[in-house]
């Protein structure tokens, strides 16, 4: 079985929307083109989210499915964790300990975060039939370049949006965060 382009691109927009959602608080928050900041960031989600899925597939074609049984839970905790201090440092008004998207560490555990729900969809793909790499490279591909794509689409949106409005973007960004972790958890 292969899937069909139209298959494989809303599948990568699919995937792509947390890392959609990220960059517009991201945006929100930078309010300017950072190309210091967008770069990475936009490159490593979309790293992120094809490599996932090609672990998933890995995992469930050597291991089993039980390996990415708690992917979900894994990836409500890391964007809660993170949401819920985004919320708390932007009550304490403290602006050397606030959500920095201009550390690399913070970008990494976004990328990681934010991804974790395409390993069960790498998992899937076994059910599917696609049991070679071959039958999983353009999928792969598809989901790394949408989900890069929409993350410049996010920043951008996002910078638009702070320049033109005063937004609490930490205060958002960190309920952002929070709402993707429970979609992600349910």
Request: proline share 3%.
């Amino acid at each position: 079985m292969t899937l069909s382009i139209v298959e494989q691109i809303l599948l990568g927009l699919a995937l792509a929307m947390d890392c959609f959602s990220v960059s517009i608080a991201t945006g929100l928050l930078i309010r300017k083109f950072e190309w210091k900041v967008l770069t990475p960031m936009c490159v490593l989600f979309g790293l992120f989210q094809a490599l996932m899925p090609t672990i998933g597939w890995i995992c469930t074609i050597y291991f089993g499915p039980t390996l990415t049984q708690y992917g979900h839970i894994i990836a409500f905790l890391l964007l809660a964790f993170i949401g819920t201090k985004m919320i708390i440092d932007y009550f304490k008004g403290d602006e050397a300990k606030q959500f920095d998207p201009h550390k690399i560490s913070v970008i990494l555990l976004l990328s990681i975060a934010t991804s974790i729900d395409a390993l069960a969809v790498g998992a899937s793909f076994t059910c599917m039939g696609l049991n070679t790499f071959d039958s999983i490279a353009s999928p792969i591909v598809i989901i790394g370049i949408m989900s890069t794509l929409m993350s410049v689409v996010g920043a951008t949106l996002g910078i638009v949006l702070g320049k033109k409005f005063r937004f609490p973007a930490e205060l958002i960004g960190g309920i952002i965060l929070i709402g993707i972790g429970i979609k992600i958890l349910i």
